[in-house]
């Protein structure tokens, strides 16, 4: 039986002009999960993560914890969806909607509560594929091909365990499959992942089943506060 292990990238920059990089947070709670693999003996047949840095960097991270030089390779099928694309083509319309300025916005952007909110209402227009004016990017509907064309390519390797370093959304949208999620249960799922944790699926003759999800055993072992995050 062929076993995908999902793991979440560890906390990237949030906040800085460059996202898409590993916070020192991330990279311990990375470096963790490859410790705590290496002590219960895990072993998997493959380790590949996204071609995202913030996914690249947390495989790197998770090796050097478990002290292997496995091989890794890069699979573009399990990168995130663009969010900093889809804020700038709906966030507009989204602060016209609730008649913000500028000068209103500023401080829900900084409250996580009302971010998620903001960005909620971002992710339906781009689900519905709202007309924008910005240039193309990948629309929801490729997004949803592109992760499972990535799943079904494990799905089919023949391989027994495959560890794959992705993010919130791709995780979402597997669980969704394994599950029969509807789609506002899909959209909400991605806001409970937490940075570096672990989903197990396994493959069936009828499709993907959910043995596992959300898994921060390491990370609440260390015993160190502050390590259990969701951006």
Same mark, same amino acid.
């Given at each position: 039986?062929?076993?995908? %292990? ?8 949030? =906040? +800085? ?6 916070? /020192? ?6 470096? @963790? ?11 998997? &047949? ?20 478990? #002290? ?8 573009? =099928?399990?990168? #995130?969806?663009?969010? #900093?694309?889809?804020?700038?083509? %709906? ?5 016209? &909607?609730?008649? *913000? ?7 829900? *952007?900084? &409250? ?12 339906? $227009? ?12 990948? +629309?929801? $509907? ?27 959304? /791709? ?34 003759? &009828?499709?993907?089943? @959910? ?6 055993? $390491? *990370?609440?072992?260390?015993?160190? /506060? ?6």
């Amino acid at each position: 039986m062929t076993r995908i %292990y999902l793991v979440r990238h560890g906390q990237a920059s949030f =906040g +800085t002009g460059h996202y898409d990089r590993l916070s /020192p947070l991330g990279e311990r709670q990375a470096v @963790l999960l490859g410790q705590h693999l290496r002590r219960t003996g895990f072993r998997a &047949d493959t380790w590949l993560s996204g071609s995202l840095d913030r996914q690249r960097s947390t495989l790197a991270a998770m090796l050097q914890g478990l #002290e292997g030089a496995a091989p890794a390779e890069a699979h573009e =099928g399990f990168n #995130e969806y663009d969010h #900093e694309a889809i804020l700038g083509a %709906y966030l507009p319309r989204v602060m016209a &909607d609730r008649g *913000l300025t500028q000068e209103t916005l500023a401080p829900l *952007l900084g &409250d996580n509560r009302q971010f998620q909110s903001l960005f909620t209402q971002v992710m339906q $227009h781009w689900v519905e594929g709202t007309a924008h004016e910005r240039p193309p990017f990948e +629309t929801w $509907h490729a997004f949803q091909a592109r992760v499972q064309a990535g799943l079904e390519r494990l799905a089919r390797s023949g391989q027994e365990r495959i560890v794959a370093v992705s993010s919130g959304g /791709p995780i979402s949208l597997a669980v969704q499959v394994a599950l029969g999620l509807s789609l506002e249960k899909t959209l909400a799922l991605n806001w409970s992942i937490y940075n570096a944790s672990i989903t197990e699926l396994r493959v069936r003759r &009828d499709g993907l089943a @959910l043995a596992g999800f959300n898994n921060v055993t $390491h *990370l609440e072992l260390a015993g160190e /506060p502050g390590l259990l995050t969701y951006r």
